[in-house]
């Protein structure tokens, strides 16, 4: 079998005399893949970057000869670490992963598109840095059929979109199988037994260090103290050799993973803050431990896992708060029943929950969780979504009020009608939010990390200079001073400043029931100077009614009505819940959604349209003006006839006034951006004291508009329905969507209000300008830190234990001042 791979792969056998390049090979007796030893007896190697490279086996070679026969030979110039080594590879392997072929058993991890594409996530094993997610996702980029591949190193997931036609689930498991990476399907209980396992071990590795420290510390105070009062050299020598063992378990187990991350690194040619934390700890360790050998110098034992049990608590509470976040939503879907009972030919019957379709009337029962976003029909009852907004009194539905996935009926029974399938739903959207805030990485982030490795540098070269300039003036003292220079000087609070405050910020918002589906919004969001507002269903409540039929033909107003709402039931807009009571006309057939503008669909081979009157007049040029301008005209025609005007009026959101009040307030400038053509949209303006109004926009009008405020040095921020104003949301610099439950999934902006309450704006504006503050407050607070720190310690007025200290704590502070932004300050209108 093992001949057989290596033939396959053209790899040297020992039958076969190794080629040419093999004979030049360096004399490295460690795997070029895997980093295990090569036996001197073994000819395997892999040409790449154009030189052969060893192996120890040929799991090894077929895995290295995949990677560089697929052009991704620059994930070895990437990796921080070596591969873990592949079992022999057996061509049958393909076989052990036919099962996930199984429709059923797929559906369990993986999701149907509209389009027939899959979305299915996967949990890996044996991702240990970022050129195993660079490998991975290019290596499926490139097969065919694949569309999407994103792997999430924090949680070691892959997302990945492939079409079934092209690529079986099988075919994606066994070709990250022969990458050498151990795929399975992702669940959110095996995501948090790997999460509890790493909490548990960085648990173990805190109280060994935490132990340490006060055993270490106690001897160290009697050392201390015997320098001052005197001591005799025998419990001297004894203290510092009791000392010693102890220091040693923490160095060597707590802070191994400093070790660890600084060498695969560096190996790397990359500079990491673990790299000063890594030469502080083994210095002043090797330091100590010959003083304490040869009964010379000082020791600095205490100093030493101080510094480590300090370090590991900022980094163990920073996990901690991201796993928290990372599973809030895990714990409400893990809530979620497994079955739900739903009506069946007049029937109770219990079915799986993912077996619920749109339109299903389900029954909730008193103390149930709701399995999927519904409509109340009948009963009146209390739900409590404190997961949701943090709000912990139950909030009161009625038939017509909306429940959602995740929430729990704490009174009465409810009927529901299902919404949206459980993807859609208001709870996967959350999740799906947090993982994607979790793959893209912040701008700020990326700035504070090019600065954090510049500034590791110059750690270095001070130390250097340090050292140098001490020798020359007291060489007994270089080596401390220099040590010192090198704990106070670790940029762990500057690399800790920005993730730290826009995961906190995030995390708050979405526990008010905000989706922020990229950090980077939080940013652009802090500094912006326009608010820009549509009117239709944003600052009014969208439940548009039908106040007027105006006929302009022969059909009288019924039939109208009948034909309005055929075509109205194939849209999302606001305007389409006007005509959702009214008994539809049938043979209606390829209808389609122009956004912006209205309808159009066919019925007995004639073309007809409803919408503006510019739209309209594409199929009759002399489509009469609107009667007048106090309602929302909505145009029907047919080919060649003009059919009717449809007056609709809406009504002011309650809270739209205070709203746009704080807004002014906070300085922003204040805009209404509508396709409305009546004077609704200048009454509602000059109602809520908006000055400025543009109405009747097309889609692409409202894009240009704002693109030129962007030229002239606006930052916009943009409030709308979700869906009819994507264009515009997408080019704005921030985005909201105040969306119903069915448009979650399919919104694109930035921030999604769930609930539709547009005072969740104000909180967003305030709680992203706190989040700026805090990253200034952070930044300042790390910079400054160790400008004034630096020189102190350089000129030797810092010991080494107290570098370790102010060190620590800086990080410590950071981190507890990015905490302060997850406190809930709920902002109400009638407050201001």
């Not at 959110?188 to 340490?212: F, H, I, P």
Request: hydrophobic share 45%.
């Amino acid at each position: 079998m093992t001949g057989a791979w290596m033939a396959k792969y053209k790899l040297p056998t020992s039958t076969m005399p190794p080629p040419a390049e093999a004979r030049t090979l360096e004399a490295s007796t460690t795997c070029f893949h895997c980093g295990e030893y090569v036996a001197p007896d073994l000819d395997l190697s892999v040409v790449i970057d154009g030189e052969p490279r060893a192996m120890c086996c040929p799991g090894c070679c077929a895995v290295a000869s995949l990677i560089a026969g697929s052009g991704l030979e620059s994930f070895y110039r990437q990796r921080t670490n070596y591969n873990e080594r592949p079992p022999s590879p057996d061509p049958s392997d393909i076989e052990q992963y036919r099962v996930y072929d199984d429709p059923v058993l797929a559906a369990t991890f993986s999701v149907t598109q509209s389009d027939g594409t899959v979305d299915a996530s996967l949990l890996l094993g044996g991702v240990s840095c970022a050129a195993c997610t660079w490998l991975i996702e290019h290596s499926l980029a490139s097969l065919p059929g694949v569309s999407r591949a994103l792997v999430n190193l924090q949680q070691t997931r892959l997302d990945i979109r492939f079409d079934p036609a092209q690529q079986q689930m099988s075919q994606i498991f066994a070709h990250i199988d022969k990458l050498g990476y151990r795929p399975r399907p992702y669940h959110t209980n095996t995501a948090r037994q790997q999460a509890q396992e790493q909490y548990r071990s960085d648990l173990r590795r805190l109280a060994v260090a935490g132990l340490g420290m006060m055993q270490v510390g106690m001897f160290a105070i009697a050392l201390h103290a015997g320098e001052i009062q005197g001591i005799e050299l025998q419990y001297q020598a004894l203290l510092r050799w009791v000392s010693l063992p102890v220091a040693a378990f923490v160095v060597f187990y707590s802070a191994r993973p400093f070790f660890s991350s600084a060498w695969r690194h560096l190996r790397r040619g990359a500079l990491v803050m673990d790299l000063p934390v890594s030469l502080a700890i083994g210095l002043a360790f090797a330091a100590s431990a010959w003083a304490t050998m040869s009964g010379t110098g000082q020791v600095y034992f205490d100093s030493v896992v101080m510094f480590t049990f300090l370090l590991l608590l900022a980094r163990f509470l920073e996990r901690r708060s991201q796993q928290r976040q990372l599973f809030t939503w895990a714990d409400a879907q893990s809530s979620l029943p497994s079955a739900a009972t739903v009506r069946r030919n007049d029937q109770w019957v219990t079915v799986a929950r993912m077996q619920l379709q749109p339109q299903d009337t389900i029954l909730v029962k008193a103390g149930e969780s709701v399995p999927v976003d519904a409509k109340v029909l009948e009963g009146s009852s209390a739900v409590k979504e404190d997961t949701f907004n943090g709000e912990h009194l139950p909030r009161g539905v009625a038939p017509g009020d909306t429940i959602y996935a995740g929430t729990v009926n704490v009174d009465a029974a409810l009927q529901a009608l299902v919404l949206v399938d459980y993807k859609d739903s208001r709870l996967a959207a959350l999740q799906r939010s947090v993982e994607m805030a979790q793959v893209s990485k912040p701008r700020l982030t990326i700035l504070a990390d090019r600065i954090a490795s510049w500034f590791i540098a110059g750690i270095l070269l001070v130390t250097t200079a340090t050292a140098l300039a001490w020798w020359q003036i007291a060489p007994e003292q270089a080596f401390w001073i220099a040590l010192s220079v090198l704990v106070i000087s670790c940029p762990c609070a500057l690399a800790l400043a920005t993730p730290a405050a826009l995961t906190n910020a995030a995390s708050a918002l979405r526990a008010r029931g905000v989706i922020v589906r990229t950090e980077n919004a939080l940013e652009s969001l802090s500094g912006c100077t326009h608010l820009l507002f549509d009117k239709t269903g944003t600052l009014t409540e969208g439940d548009l009614t039908i106040s007027q039929v105006r006929p302009l033909g022969d059909m009288d107003r019924a039939t109208v009505l009948a034909t309005a709402a055929a075509l109205q039931r194939y849209s999302t807009h606001p305007v389409a819940r006007a005509f959702s009571t009214i008994a539809q006309a049938s043979g209606f057939e390829q209808v389609s959604y122009h956004v912006g503008a209205g309808l159009e669909g066919l019925f007995d081979t004639k073309r007809y349209r409803m919408g503006s009157r510019q739209f309209c007049q594409d199929l009759v040029p002399d489509f009469p003006e609107a009667p007048d301008a106090t309602l929302y005209w909505i145009g029907l025609c047919q080919e060649g006839a003009p059919l009717a005007w449809i007056g609709l009026n809406d009504s002011e959101r309650q809270e739209s006034r205070g709203v746009v009040d704080a807004a002014r307030g906070m300085g922003l400038q204040i805009e209404l951006l509508t396709g409305d053509s009546s004077m609704q949209g200048p009454l509602l303006a000059r109602n809520l004291g908006i000055e400025t109004v543009n109405r009747n926009q097309s889609p692409q009008q409202k894009m240009a508009y704002v693109q030129q405020l962007q030229r002239d040095g606006a930052v916009v921020a943009m409030v709308g329905d979700g869906l009819n104003d994507a264009p515009v949301l997408g080019v704005a610099d921030a985005s909201f969507a105040v969306s119903g439950a069915t448009d979650l999934a399919r919104s694109q902006a930035d921030f999604v209000i769930v609930d539709g309450n547009l005072e969740k704006i104000v909180e967003t504006l305030r709680k992203a300008r706190q989040c700026r503050r805090v990253v200034r407050q952070n930044l300042a607070w790390a910079l400054g830190y160790n400008l004034c720190a630096i020189p102190l310690a350089a000129l030797g007025f810092v010991p080494p234990w107290a570098a370790a200290i102010g060190m620590s704590l800086s990080s410590l502070l950071v981190v507890g001042n990015s905490m302060r932004l997850n406190q809930r300050t709920p902002w109400k209108a009638s407050t201001c």
